[in-house]
Structure formats: C-alpha cells, structure tokens
C-alpha cells in the first residue's frame, strides 16, 4: 500500500492559464474522490468516481472544472480559465467504495491563482 | 447538508479529556471521523454506521445517536500527539452514494505539554 499521491504539491498559476492535477489512488480501490478544501474550512465535495465512471458531480463545480478517470486507475483534474476563486488545496482521496470503507487522502494539490 | 461541529477550537492540558460533537439535519446512514494535522492529508480515525458504534483507536471513541443525528467523539487521557483539526464527515445515502461525505468545518485541537 503506497498510499495515494498527487501531483503537483503546489502550483502557481495566473489567473485565466488552465491547470491540470494528477491523483493516482491505491491500486485496489475502485472509488475515487476529489474534494476542496480552504483555510479554515473541512473537504468540500467535488466529483467521484466509480472505476472509470463518473457517478456524481457538485453543482458547486462549474463548467470550468472537468475530471476524468481513463482505464479506472489515475485521475485528473482540470480548472479552464482559473479565477483567484479556485485558489485551495485539491484533495484526492480512494476507498473500496463499501460499508465500513474509510477513505484514503493524498496530501493534496495547493493552487494559488494570482 | 454540511454538519455541525462543536467546539470550533479546544485546548487541553496533556492527560485531559474531551469531547467534539457533530450535528446533522438530515438522516444519516453513517458518520466518519477523520484528523488532520496541519499541512497534512486528513487521516482517517474511524465509521460509525447506522445502528452500531465502532472504536478506531485505543483512547479515542466515538458515539452515534441516529434519532438525533449526532455523533461525539471521545479523546481521553489525551496525548501531545492528538493535537490537530478533527473532522466529522457524514453520508446520508447508500449504494452509489456510499463514500460520499460531507464535513463539517473542524475542530481544532491542541494539546500542551
């Protein structure tokens, strides 16, 4: 079990450039997560991922915002036309996807939009 | 559909106990426990489902009242180590949902010597 990873741990960007984030899950876990998180606040849900089928998606994520899980096995996210808005930690999590399943986070992705 | 944690913020004494609340206003199939230190991924500390109680950890438990949809957790005796932000994070919904949490906004604990 190496864990989960992402990539990049930081990124600065300008605001309007697209980014682009890479989150490889543990290798057994068929459920894949994005969430949010800013200063002071818990993770706020983005989208998920059932293998490589993307089950659900927030209305708070906008049309910028689009995710993709090929092949069931690494995700990505990616923000078009970032705004300082998107400025937080993009965390990545995996998990079994059944009762008693915890998830796993990585350590995340910092975006700060200048 | 974001819980309520109470207290924002705890300060104890090595050795002391206390005690984080989460609240929910919508029916709850399970509650999520999970601690993070600071610049860190949040680490998972245990579930509470729906007509059970589960302890994750040797000193730190946790209670889940379904009719109240609110869970406690229980830090006893507690350790320098224990300091962070703990969050509760509660599912609502089973099948595809499963996995799906919503947290609450933290409470940050800090343990002195």
């Known amino acids: 079990d190496t864990g989960v990873s992402q990539d990049p741990r930081h990124k600065i960007t300008k605001r309007g450039q697209n980014v682009t984030f890479r989150c490889d899950p543990i290798s057994e876990h068929n459920r894949l997560y994005w969430y949010r998180q800013t200063l002071g606040q818990g993770p706020e849900f983005l989208t998920y991922?059932?293998?490589?089928?993307?089950?659900?998606k927030s209305r708070l994520l906008s049309d910028r915002f689009s995710a993709e899980r090929p092949k069931g096995s690494f995700s990505t996210l990616e923000i078009q036309r970032t705004e300082q808005g998107d400025s937080a930690m993009y965390l990545c999590?995996?998990?079994?996807?059944?009762?008693?399943?915890?998830?796993?986070f990585g350590n995340g992705t910092r975006l700060t939009v200048t | 559909q974001q819980p309520v944690q109470s207290p924002q913020a705890v300060i104890l004494r090595e050795g002391e106990d206390a005690v984080i609340n989460c609240s929910s206003s919508?029916?709850?199939?399970?509650v999520h426990w999970y601690r993070q230190k600071h610049g860190e991924a949040p680490v998972f500390l245990m579930i509470?489902?729906?007509?059970?109680e589960q302890k994750g950890h040797e000193k730190i438990s946790a209670s889940f009242n379904e009719k109240k949809q609110q869970s406690s957790l229980y830090l006893t005796a507690s350790q320098l180590s224990y300091s962070g932000t703990y969050f509760c994070?509660?599912?609502?919904?089973?099948?595809?949902?499963?996995?799906?949490?919503?947290f609450g906004r933290g409470t940050q604990l800090t343990v002195w010597p």
């Open positions: 994070g509660t599912e609502v919904g089973r099948g595809s949902t499963l996995g799906r949490l919503y």
């Open positions: 991922f059932q293998n490589e089928a993307q089950l659900e």
């Open positions: 919508k029916a709850l199939y399970s």
């Open positions: 999590a995996s998990s079994f996807g059944q009762e008693n399943s915890p998830l796993h």
């Open positions: 509470l489902l729906k007509g059970g």
